[in-house]
T-cell receptor, first 110, second 114 residues
Framework: GQSLEQPSEVTAVEGAIVQINCTYQ??????LSWYQQHDGGAPTFLSY????GLEETGRFSSFLSRSDSYGYLLLQELQMKDSASYFC???????????FGPGTRLSVLP | KAGVTQTPRYLIKTRGQQVTLSCSPI?????VSWYQQTPGQGLQFLFE???????NKGNFPGRFSGRQFSNSRSEMNVSTLELGDSALYLC?????????????FGPGTRLTVL
């Protein structure tokens, strides 16, 4: 089957850097995505890695290592508004089912 | 461009009833996926429709079904509701199906089964 693992909670202070890890076990891997969800809101897309390496989008970066079945989301210059849940997600079974990780709740403290 | 819309936003039903939820994707998007979100199980994939055809299906019982219309609008139906069906049902659209396409989520329908 397929499974993704993420830390359940991460806490950091404003201005800091935080890394949220994701390990996955899937078949027919088709890339790793990251989504952010604020309480009471809908998930919003942050980034997607199909190939190994780092993708940077403003304060957020995402990394993928397919050989290690591992990726991470890096958030820099943390702001209070970054407090949210972050989900990694994969398409597997050769682009079929879309599977989300359990989510990491990030709390940014002043 | 208008975002993904879902109706109704909130719904209360009793066990044994059935429910139909509606989703209107972003204009031009042909793929619509449905998810169930609960505190215990997280975000779980229900099914995906593309050009009126169900492309993929998650591991849910046959009580959960859906369809997509020619204008890409989609509905999902849950029959014989159970208490465990209480959840936030999210719809997401994307321009095409498969691979890692970015998905745009609607605000969800909060279903409570009493």
């Amino acid at each position: 089957g397929q499974s993704l693992e993420q830390p359940s909670e991460v806490t950091a202070v404003e201005g800091a850097i935080v890394q949220i890890n994701c390990t996955y076990q899937t078949s027919g891997f088709y890339g790793l995505s990251w989504y952010q969800q604020h309480d009471g809101g809908a998930p919003t897309f942050l980034s997607y890695n199909a190939l190994d390496g780092l993708e940077e989008t403003g304060r957020f970066s995402s990394f993928l290592s397919r050989s290690d079945s591992y990726g991470y989301l890096l958030l820099q210059e943390l702001q209070m508004k970054d407090s949210a849940s972050y989900f990694c997600a994969v398409r597997d079974n050769y682009g079929q089912n879309f599977v989300f990780g359990p989510g990491t709740r990030l709390s940014v403290l002043p | 461009k208008a975002g993904v819309t879902q109706t109704p936003r909130y719904l209360i039903k009793t066990r044994g009833q059935q429910v139909t939820l509606s989703c209107s994707p972003i204009s031009g998007h042909r793929s619509v996926s449905w998810y169930q979100q609960t505190p215990g199980q997280g975000l779980q994939f229900l099914f995906e429709y593309f050009s009126e055809t169900q492309r993929n299906k998650g591991n849910f019982p046959g009580r959960f079904s859906g369809r997509q219309f020619s204008n890409s609008r989609s509905e999902m139906n849950v029959s014989t509701l159970e208490l465990g069906d209480s959840a936030l049902y999210l719809c997401a659209s994307s321009p095409s199906s498969g691979r890692g396409n970015e998905q745009f989520f609607g605000p969800g329908t909060r279903l409570t089964v009493l």
